[in-house]
């Protein structure tokens, strides 16, 4: 599977940002039951599990974002969302869909006034 993230930028705090994540290289009755994660990093730091969503549709968060971040899949477009409300500077990362070994490039987003 190839996962392409976009969607990232600059926001100023308090604001938002959606980030899509769209496979492709694979085809809807695989792409419906897998488990998508975004993950975040920032420099020097460890790669950080923000959000889950399952092929059933469930979720969890890390405690950082629970209230402020919403993970979302439209199977039909082979694609998953990161809905993120609030944002904060410790938000500022580069975040990274994810899939078993697979992995996007990568966008980044800079929550700065």
């Known amino acids: 599977v190839q996962l392409q993230a976009s969607g990232g930028g600059l926001v100023q705090p308090g604001g938002s940002l959606r980030l899509s994540c769209a496979a492709s290289?694979?085809?809807?009755?695989?792409?419906?039951?897998?488990?998508y994660n975004w993950y975040r990093q920032v420099p020097g730091k460890q790669r950080e599990l923000v959000a889950t969503?399952?092929?059933?549709?469930?979720?969890n968060y890390a405690d950082s974002v629970k209230g402020r971040f919403a993970i979302s899949r439209d199977n039909g477009k082979k694609t998953v969302y990161l809905q993120m409300t609030s944002l904060k500077p410790e938000d500022t990362a580069v975040y990274f869909c994810?899939?078993?070994?697979?992995w996007g490039q990568g966008t980044l987003v800079t929550v700065s006034s």
């Open positions: 290289r694979t085809i809807f009755s695989v792409f419906r039951v897998n488990t």
């Open positions: 969503i399952s092929g059933d549709y469930n979720t």
């Open positions: 994810n899939m078993k070994t697979d």
